[in-house]
């Protein structure tokens, strides 16, 4: 596993094997731009430069809705340009300077549509680094705060539709970068060497001390992220309800160029062994009990992820507190049903603490 130079790209079809129409609509990708880019990248335009050039017409779409007083098409079309960037970056595993510089323009677009929205940037110092977040409140009283995070790719802000759903149904949501993920990996160089569930715990804490958001916590995690949501709820009592979406209690390489030097790049080593090391430090170990409610998804169409991966989830819960939903024709981590999961993921916290 080693890391290409800027030039390298994979071939077009193999990014849409990786980056299909549902996780890009799932994570944001306005339609008409889902089918721009199949017209691009079927006319020989690279994936990187064809989702910049998309997100540069969002981008000048928001800054005259923006000029004319229309501040929510500014922020609709702010979203779809950070989408675009979110997933121009994704061309690329390892952390090259062209990906650190698509990054950073996500990182940047995000933050002007939350300075329109009213959502607080939140910056934790951890280890020899930091911690990022967005932190997006509903518009009435706070229910309970869910801390919502990716795995391999597609961090932070990548989950502002599930934002959505939790912000709707009175929840505020916390869309949080860990180590080995977006600006705290290619910003402050914090790998997923360190203290994982210490990491996710310090989101906890910071929940916790803002006075408006004085009540339950709970853990969303998406993909790898469920591992770090299963094990940090776990490690940490204050969390009251964790749902984890496709993660495998017990991690490993899979053979799959993508997954795999994603793992590498998270670790920020190319030793496949070393890797394999990482995983096991980090799986749910067998004596391990989760005492919050637990709510596990998985798709019967998942490449990457099993059921019986995810089974030692369920095993460490109290029956009569944890729940299994299964999506027959389901992919990783359900994009296909997004819309759905969303629903069912934001209705079932509500439920744990009504």
């Not at 989830?313 to 507190?321: E, K, T, V």
């Amino acid at each position: 596993m080693t890391a290409p130079a800027d030039s390298a790209i994979a071939p077009a079809d193999v990014l849409w094997r990786a980056m299909g129409p549902s996780r890009l609509l799932d994570c944001g990708v306005v339609p008409s731009d889902v089918t721009a880019l199949q017209a691009h990248t079927a006319g020989g335009a690279r994936w990187d430069d064809a989702c910049e050039t998309l997100a540069d017409a969002q981008l000048a779409r928001a800054a005259q809705a923006e000029e004319r007083g229309h501040r929510v098409t500014a922020v609709e079309a702010l979203r779809a340009a950070a989408a675009d960037l979110l997933f121009a970056q994704m061309a690329f595993n390892f952390d090259t300077g062209r990906k650190r510089e698509l990054y950073a323009r996500f990182s940047a677009t995000v933050a002007r549509a939350g300075a329109l929205a009213g959502w607080e940037r939140v910056q934790l110092p951890y280890g020899d680094g930091h911690l990022v977040g967005w932190l997006l409140r509903p518009t009435g009283p706070v229910r309970g705060t869910v801390i919502v995070f990716g795995g391999q790719s597609g961090w932070g802000a990548a989950y502002l539709r599930m934002a959505d759903a939790l912000t709707a149904r009175g929840l505020a949501a916390f869309l949080v970068e860990g180590p080995g993920q977006g600006e705290p990996r290619m910003e402050s160089g914090l790998m997923l060497d360190g203290y994982v569930r210490g990491a996710y715990s310090a989101f906890v804490d910071h929940v916790l001390a803002q006075p408006d958001l004085a009540g339950p916590v709970g853990l969303w995690g998406n993909s790898l992220g469920g591992l770090y949501a299963g094990t940090t709820a776990a490690s940490d009592p204050r969390v009251t309800a964790v749902c984890i979406n496709g993660a495998p209690a017990r991690p490993r390489l899979l053979g799959m160029r993508t997954f795999d030097e994603q793992a590498a790049a998270m670790l920020g080593s190319d030793d496949p062994d070393a890797v394999r090391r990482n995983f096991d430090r980090l799986a749910l170990r067998p004596d391990e009990r989760i005492e919050a409610s637990l709510l596990v998804l998985h798709g019967g169409a998942d490449p990457i992820v099993s059921l019986a991966d995810q089974q030692p989830f369920l095993d460490a819960a109290d029956p009569g507190r944890a729940s299994l939903r299964v999506w027959d024709d389901g992919e990783h981590v359900i994009i296909n049903h997004a819309e759905e999961r969303n629903a069912v993921v934001a209705d079932w916290f509500c439920e744990q603490w009504s």
